[in-house]
Every structure is written in C-alpha cells, then in structure tokens.
C-alpha cells in the first residue's frame, strides 16, 4: 500500500523567500513521484515528476525537488517565492503496475508581499 | 486539443436525485479516472479506467457508477444524491495506466447535495 504524507497544511513566505513543502510517502516498491499545482478555481497542473535516473528534478516555475530514498522523502522547494506562487500544492505517489495515484491532503502556499 | 473538459461547472440536487458528471478528452488518452476533492482530504480516487470497456473502483467508490463505453467518454453517475457527496470532482487522463505518466485534470465540477 502507498500513501503520502505533506507536512502542513498552510506555508506563508515572504516575496523572495526560500520556499520548502514537506513531502513524505511509503512505498513497498520504487515509486514514481509527483508535485502538482493547483491555482484558484481551476484543475490540478504538473510542477514536476520523479520516474527514475537523477533524483534531482527540476520543474516548471523554478520549482525543483529531490527524491531521498532513505528519507522516503520527496519534498519541493523554490530558492525566491513570487507572488504568483500563491497556490496549492499537492504531492503524488504511484507505482509500477498500478493503476491508482495516491495524492496527500495538500499544501496551500501563501505568498506576502 | 480541448485537454479534459467537464461538464457542468456547477450543479444543485436535493437528496435522493441522481444524475451524471460528464468527462471528455481528445488526447487519445488510455487512462481515465474520477477524483472527488474535499477541505484537508486531498484527491480521492473514486473509480478508474485503462480502456474502453474497463473499470474499477478507487478508494471512495460507494454511491457512484461509470462505464466507458469509448476511449474519450467517462461520464460519472450519482445513483441517489446524499449530502456527503457534497464535493469538487476532477476527472483527469493519462496516456497510459503504467503510473509513470502525468495526469491531465479537467477544470472541476462543483457540486452540493442539499
């Protein structure tokens, strides 16, 4: 069985900041990883993904995150916020051979200028 | 491409009605599948698809039924309304069912249960 745990349910930063969303997942197998996006009133969007191969990932926005394997960690981060960043960010975890993506309870990022 | 769109964008039943959320998308996508969004939840998988013909349930399948009867086409039924279906609901499509491949989400459709 899979799950995903995102530690904190609301992260406020200052324009500029660093920005850091905590990621944790259990997995009986390798698993592929997922961050996405979700702006106001709208659908979900890739940030980016962990298949296989470099376990540094770089993403839209400037948005990049690393796979910790002995951590089970997964977590994203962003060296400067900008206010359009301001969102909620959900972390995704699924596996070789299955067909269900498990998704943690969400991050919503707060922005202040 | 159109992506994955939904119909309605908002929809009113009272207890008991039943009615179906709509899902298409023009992307020749093997995957489809059926997410309710809750305050604090996250996306819970409801039912899936990995073709035509083939369904299965998700975590939340209780009350809700689907058929795809073609690759674009995964419309969602609500047997009879209860006010805990009161929910945003995504549908979302992917090229294949490996897990490897990015999900595309429709806009939503929100929906409240009186």
């Known amino acids: 069985a899979q799950s995903v745990t995102q530690l904190g349910s609301h992260v406020s930063v200052s324009e500029g900041a660093l920005v850091l969303l905590r990621c944790n997942y259990s997995?009986?197998?390798?698993?592929?990883l997922f961050w996405y996006v979700q702006y106001p009133n709208q659908g979900l969007q890739l940030l980016l993904k962990?298949?296989?191969?470099?376990?540094l990932v770089k993403g839209i926005n400037g948005f990049e995150a690393e796979f910790k394997k002995s951590e089970t960690s997964f977590h994203l981060t962003k060296p400067s916020a900008h206010m359009s960043d301001a969102a909620e960010y959900f972390c995704?975890?699924?596996?070789?051979?299955?067909?269900?993506?498990?998704f943690g309870a969400g991050t919503r990022l707060f922005v202040k200028a | 491409n159109a992506g994955v769109t939904q119909t309605p964008k908002f929809q009113v039943l009272k207890t008991g009605q039943s009615m179906t959320l709509q899902c298409a998308q023009d992307?020749?996508?093997?995957?489809m599948s059926w997410y309710r969004q809750d305050p604090g939840m996250g996306l819970r998988l409801i039912h899936y698809?990995?073709?035509?013909?083939?369904?299965d349930q998700g975590e939340v399948p209780n009350g809700y039924n689907v058929s795809r009867s073609t690759t674009e086409d995964f419309p969602l039924r609500l047997l009879s309304a209860a006010p805990s279906q009161t929910s945003v609901y995504f549908c979302?499509?992917?090229?294949?069912?490996?897990?490897?491949?990015?999900?595309?989400f429709g806009p939503g459709t929100r929906l409240t249960v009186l």
């Open positions: 979302a499509s992917s090229a294949t069912s490996g897990g490897a491949d990015t999900q595309y």
């Open positions: 997995s009986s197998v390798p698993p592929y």
């Open positions: 962990y298949t296989t191969g470099a376990t």
């Open positions: 995704a975890v699924s596996a070789t051979g299955g067909f269900k993506t498990i």
């Open positions: 992307m020749n996508h093997e995957y």
């Open positions: 698809s990995v073709g035509a013909g083939i369904t």
